[in-house]
Nanobody
Framework: VQLQASGGGLVQAGGSLRLSCTAP??????TTWFRQAPGKEREFVAS??????FTAYADSVKGRFTVSRDKNTVYLQMEMLRPEDTAVYYC???????????????????WGQGTQVTVSS
């Protein structure tokens, strides 16, 4: 299953972008956003549990990013963007990931292709 991620682009600091991640016809237990900046490890950004809509965020994005779901599409609304948010953003999903593994990349079998977000200062 290939997730389809979209919505990246170039934006000035303080601006906004909304990323989308979809897998038509598929349902998952959880969908999570990760990002990887140049020269850095891929890191957890935000996650949403399909049942109940429970969310989790990295400290670096709390209060600025919001993850949500509408049917089979998961969104990452990014506000007050900073240059340090520049990265390739990936969505990942799995029907079996447990809550304690939400930030672990190895817990997800299905990934999107990545979408570039560039924030200029």
């Amino acid at each position: 299953v290939q997730l389809q991620a979209s919505g990246g682009g170039l934006v000035q600091a303080g601006g906004s972008l909304r990323l989308s991640c979809t897998a038509p016809g598929r349902t998952f237990r959880r969908t999570t956003w990760f990002r990887q900046a140049p020269g850095k490890e891929r890191e957890f950004v935000a996650s949403i549990k399909w049942s109940g809509g429970f969310t989790a965020y990295a400290d670096s994005v709390k209060g600025r990013f919001t993850v949500s779901r509408d049917k089979n599409t998961v969104y990452l609304q990014m506000e007050m963007l900073r240059p340090e948010d520049t990265a390739v953003y990936y969505c990942a999903a799995d029907p079996s990931v447990i809550d304690s593994s939400v930030a672990s990349q190895t817990a997800y079998r299905y990934w999107g292709q990545g979408t570039q977000v560039t924030v200029s200062s």
